[in-house]
């Protein structure tokens, strides 16, 4: 029996397990993000990879650089089957080509965590609109329509860019777990980021207005940034 000078947590008698992500497209002004269907993705990622001439994308992934087409299609022929990590391709609006994958991954559906990883935006991605947009669509299915309690975001603690990314896109830092992971023969350390479901309300408005049409110049040039939109919304 618990005594009643002891803290303990928020009661959630209503609280049921989460749904699995379904299989389905998540569609945007910018970009889709659809279940990775190699039949269709495999030539266009491979074709927009093979951009990255020294792999760096590669570095703080699992798999090396591939740089042959077969070997590559018969590992996105292998991780399409799988449930978990789920892995979505993202497909450029403009052009129809897939051009990034990322998955949901960790699925805790008795808890509502889900994780974001195995993020490969190809140079063809990186730094466009479609790039913030495919993070938003995959958080805006976590939360508004599987109403998952927390979105997880983890990276190699070296890996400078992703954890930039990762607080430019509203995540909050939670901690360092030394010797977590040996990958490629080698240590990682791993960097904790989050966003719970008390947090998204603000989040979603700053997307919002960060992506729409008003906030970028003729040149596509925005006009405030993604990160001062959403300090704003949390100070209220």
Request: proline share 6%; with cysteine; hydrophobic share 40%.
């Amino acid at each position: 029996m618990v005594s009643e000078l002891q803290p303990i947590g928020t009661s959630l008698p209503a609280w049921t397990a989460r749904p699995a992500p379904p299989r389905t497209a998540m569609v945007g002004r910018f970009c889709r993000v659809e279940p990775l269907d190699p039949g269709r993705h495999a030539g266009d990622l491979f074709a927009a990879n093979r951009l990255d001439a020294e792999g760096r994308n590669w570095t703080y992934l699992f798999q090396e650089p591939f740089s042959e087409f077969e070997p590559y299609r018969a590992w996105l022929e292998q991780v399409a089957k799988g449930d978990d990590p789920l892995f979505h391709t993202i497909v450029d609006l403009k052009t129809g080509k897939a051009v990034g994958v990322a998955t949901y991954m960790r699925i805790d559906r008795a808890n509502g965590v889900i994780e974001v990883g195995n993020i490969n935006y190809s140079p063809l991605l990186q730094k466009t609109l479609a790039a913030t947009e495919a993070m938003f669509l995959m958080m805006a299915r976590v939360f508004d329509e599987l109403g998952y309690r927390r979105y997880e975001w983890k990276c190699d603690s070296l890996n400078a860019p992703s954890r930039a990314a990762a607080l430019r896109l509203g995540f909050q830092y939670e901690g360092l777990f030394r010797q977590a992971v040996i990958y490629k023969g080698r240590n990682r350390d791993t960097t904790w980021f989050s966003i719970i479901d008390a947090e998204w309300p603000d989040l979603k408005r700053a997307y919002q207005q960060w992506l729409a049409p008003e906030n970028f110049g003729a040149a596509g040039q925005q006009r405030r940034g993604l990160a001062d939109i959403i300090k704003a919304a949390r100070q209220g």
